[in-house]
């Protein structure tokens, strides 16, 4: 435990004198002894350092240099191969319900029997009725943690069924979506970085058409990175042999990283969807993107982590995260959005600067990447707003559904579709003003389409109908028409 200790603090920055180490290493374990010896409760000195001494240290540094026990490094390696727990479903979760909307070939949902439609009721012995959004996702989340006993009521069925399911390891996809937009132009909708990121990028990006596209949307709102590695290799799909991506600079680390010279990249036109939720490796890719002026960045300004973090195996199965430098885009911005009341304060804390393209178009620096085209999500009309958040889409496509209609990748809403939502709703005591209802009619028969998709044909001929209309995704389509 001592050479441990005498570890973090050599890595926390304290200062590096032999003698000023051991001084304060004797200060720490001074007090220990003390409470040890006197406290009302014995001392469980190992939950002391690694619940209590070491994250308090690591805290003071940056918001991401943290002590990872044995269960939280094992959890680290899961997420980097994308290995995850669960049962194998899409749900939609609505106040008081969840909802199946499609289970997965192969998954304990699909072997069970459970099926698009279906609503889960209760999760062991916990009934999901009088829970909220954000307590059933604590409650679904809890489930996949080991053996889970369901009951679920099938639609046209009163009586509900009960079903012991099991997860399972599976992988999850860090490239979650691949399709066109229109003709010659694709879409990808990339969560993560991992090992096979880029890898499955390229591999979608072929199903669509290789070098033979005429554009591409990379939607990567709400990534949160992953593996630098893998945005490198992403990068090196899109720029020139010998282009910088990324340069990295810290009181011991200075390099700068290359697209190879062996790299065969796409020459199709770009548009890259950003938000303040995309970070770290994401915003590596968009701000080399940008500089190199490969593509146009959509959306809003992202999140702004752009610290090295190197993980350092110690003993006993335990790591330690610690940031070791900066990263910078190929102009010289600094990702890093500035961090107060931190260590690291004074280095992040810098005026925004101007920084110029391969172009010479201005990108401003500071902290995130900064998007070339804005995009404002439009103002949601009361009514479309509570039918949102009441799930009467999702409740109403479910009983639609059984009347087995033919529903295909192109269905269209038929005329009377609309009176039969609002008879639907009338029938559940929700009465909109006609005024009401005829300012919404387009969105609402758009949103009934979505959800019969959903149900009928899997979420992801669900997503392809969003994106007609949604805005981020318009944009960044236009932004290629255009060029």
């Not at 026990?69 to 106040?95: H, N, T």
């Not at 009521?153 to 012991?164: D, S």
């Not at 044909?457 to 007609?468: I, Q, R, S, T």
């Amino acid at each position: 435990m001592r050479i441990l200790l005498f570890l973090f603090l050599a890595a926390a920055g304290v200062l590096c004198a032999e003698d000023e180490l051991e001084a304060s290493v004797r200060k720490i374990f001074g007090v220990l002894k003390i409470v040890s010896d006197h406290g009302a409760d014995p001392v469980n000195s190992e939950k002391a350092f690694y619940g209590g001494i070491i994250p308090g240290m690591l805290r003071r540094l940056d918001p991401h240099s943290a002590f990872l026990d044995p269960e939280q490094f094992a959890q680290l390696k899961r997420m980097q191969r994308s290995e995850v727990k669960g049962f194998g479903s899409v749900v939609s979760i609505l106040p008081g319900r969840v909802i199946v909307l499609q289970t997965l070939p192969g998954t304990p949902m699909q072997r069970s029997g459970i099926s698009a439609g279906d609503e889960i009721l209760a999760i062991n012995n916990i009934a999901l009725g009088p829970l909220t959004p954000e307590q059933l996702m604590q409650v679904l989340t809890e489930a996949r943690q080991g053996q889970a006993l369901v009951h679920v009521r099938k639609p046209g069925n009163a009586r509900p069924l009960q079903f012991t399911l099991t997860p399972q390891e599976m992988q999850a996809p860090s490239v979650e979506r691949a399709f066109l937009l229109e003709e010659g132009v694709g879409y990808l909708r990339v969560a993560s970085f991992d090992e096979a990121t880029a890898r499955d990028m390229q591999a979608a990006i072929e199903k669509l058409g290789g070098a033979k596209l005429k554009g591409l949307v990379l939607d990567m709102r709400t990534n949160p990175g992953g593996a630098v590695s893998s945005a490198l290799d992403a990068a090196a799909l899109f720029l020139q042999p010998g282009q910088v991506v990324l340069s990295a600079k810290g009181r011991r680390v200075s390099a700068e990283e290359k697209v190879p010279a062996i790299a065969k990249p796409y020459g199709f036109p770009m548009a890259v969807i950003v938000t303040g939720k995309t970070a770290s490796a994401a915003e590596i890719l968009s701000g080399a993107l940008q500089d190199h002026d490969r593509a146009v960045i959509v959306g809003e300004p992202t999140f702004g982590k752009g610290l090295v973090q190197n993980v350092m195996p110690l003993r006993e199965e335990t790591a330690l995260a610690l940031t070791t430098a900066f990263y910078y885009t190929p102009s010289g911005r600094s990702i890093q959005k500035p961090l107060e009341g931190m260590q690291l304060e004074h280095s992040t804390q810098k005026p925004a600067e101007v920084f110029k393209t391969d172009k010479g178009r201005p990108v401003r620096g500071g902290g995130g990447i900064e998007p070339d085209l804005g995009v404002q999500a439009p103002v949601v009309k009361r009514l479309e707003h509570f039918l949102e958040g009441s799930g009467a889409y999702t409740l109403f496509a479910t009983e639609y559904l059984r009347g087995k209609p033919e529903i295909g990748p192109r269905y269209t809403v038929p005329s009377d579709m609309l009176d039969k939502f609002r008879a639907f709703l009338s029938a559940n005591r929700v009465q909109p003003a006609l005024g009401e209802w005829f300012a919404s009619a387009d969105w609402i028969g758009y949103r009934l389409r979505q959800e019969l998709v959903n149900q009928a044909l899997g979420v992801e001929k669900g997503d392809e109908v969003e994106a007609e209309r949604e805005p981020f995704i318009q944009t960044a389509l236009g932004a290629i028409r255009g060029k």
